[in-house]
């Protein structure tokens, strides 16, 4: 048995150390050669604090001082720099145990896992992410100059013309410059989502909603559909009024977007209360609604339920990842031809105010 359990610590793939009450070195696994390049002979009886440069060697003592301190219990440190032999370092996670009062083992186990590559690639994601989220911001400025340029010249193509088919032409290219310059503004919103902090602030629901309607006002077919709005604040509710504002402006934006107006007559029922857990906002329509094949992929990139559907296919994942951002819950419920209601509970963020 002796010799089995020998086999497995010598074949590990982590470095199994044994510390003595002074946090000298008792024994140490041979895959430390193969992962740090020491020897065993090179490490028995040195202090384990050699391994480790300067701020490793404060981070080590705190642990260490932990494990004493509770005898018998796992202890986890993670993302901490031990030396190799040739002067460099690796990144391990290290579990200890303080078995020092064990008759058997009379000491202090560490086992190291070396977890390098998994932060290299850590980092590296970090650092694609970043490339992403800098290409993203400067692609979708340089965009916007253009695009305001070509929405200024097809006004005063319009004031300067007379003829109808000019003017339908110029009315398309008009709704395609605007398609365009949302798509840049979700592109944008999303890279801010996944990007930027999360910043805690008293939430005023009805000046959001109303800002919100007022920026939709002027989409089409929105001055045709009967807007009912409950608002009923209880207590001060804390939230990212950036991501709050982007969930509700979106919901609101696909509830116009994707309305009806064959023998209906069009609504849409906004309703928000608060506690001091949390906030719920339902928008409710009476639109198209959603087919049951479709309900469960509208949130993701670029999902279109419809060849009917139009806009980017970010609105409703940009939602869901503000949504989530926030620690909250998106739920939908919707029938074909009657409507769909949306609803989100977001927590109040009052504890994380400073």
């Known amino acids: ?38 020897t065993y002979i090179s490490l028995v009886g040195k202090t384990i604090f050699e391994l480790f440069d300067h701020d490793g060697i404060d981070k080590i003592s705190k642990f260490l001082s932990e494990t004493i301190a509770c005898p018998g219990q796992n202890q986890t440190v993670e993302e901490l720099k031990i030396l190799t032999l040739n002067g460099s ?3 391990v996670e290290i579990v200890a145990v303080n078995l020092l009062s064990d008759p058997v083992i009379q000491g202090i186990v560490l086992n190291c896992h070396d977890i390098t590559k998994r932060k290299n690639t850590e980092n590296e994601l970090i650092n ?12 979708s400025h340089d965009l916007k100059a253009p695009l305001r340029s ?3 010249l097809i006004k005063l193509a319009k004031l300067e013309s007379k ?33 930027l902090d999360i910043e805690a602030n008293i939430i005023d629901f009805s000046l959001v909603l109303e800002e919100s309607l007022n920026n939709l006002k002027y989409m089409e077919h929105a001055e045709k559909i009967r807007i009912n709005k409950s608002v009923n604040i209880n207590v001060n509710f804390y939230s990212d009024l950036t991501r709050l504002s982007t969930i509700v402006n979106n919901l609101i934006s696909n509830a116009i977007k994707y309305h009806r107006f064959e023998n209906n007559i069009p609504y849409i029922n906004i309703s928000i209360k608060t506690d001091y857990e949390k ?26 339920a419809s060849e009917n559907s139009y806009g980017s296919g970010l609105g409703l994942y940009i939602v869901k990842n503000a949504v989530k951002k926030l620690g909250g819950s998106i739920d939908v419920s919707s029938e074909l031809d009657e409507g769909s209601s949306f609803k989100v509970v977001i927590p109040n963020l009052v504890n994380d105010i400073n």
């Open 163 to 195: 003829d109808s088919t000019q003017h339908m032409y110029l009315d398309m290219m008009s709704k395609s410059v605007n398609s365009l310059d949302a798509f840049i503004k979700d592109l944008t919103t999303f890279s801010r989502n996944t990007r």
């Open 128 to 139: 694609t992410n970043f490339e992403l989220d800098s290409f993203v911001y400067k692609a």
């Open 279 to 304: 906030a719920e906002i339902v928008v409710e329509d009476n639109g198209s609604g959603i087919d049951p094949l479709h309900i469960n992929k509208i949130f993701d990139m670029f999902y279109r």
């Open 89 to 91: 370092s690796k990144i």
């Open 1 to 38: 048995m002796k010799k089995k359990f020998r086999a497995l610590i010598e074949n590990s793939s982590d470095i199994i150390m044994i510390l003595n009450e002074d946090f000298k070195i008792s024994y140490v696994s041979v895959s430390v050669a193969r992962i740090l390049g020491h």
């Open 150 to 152: 070509v929405m200024g």
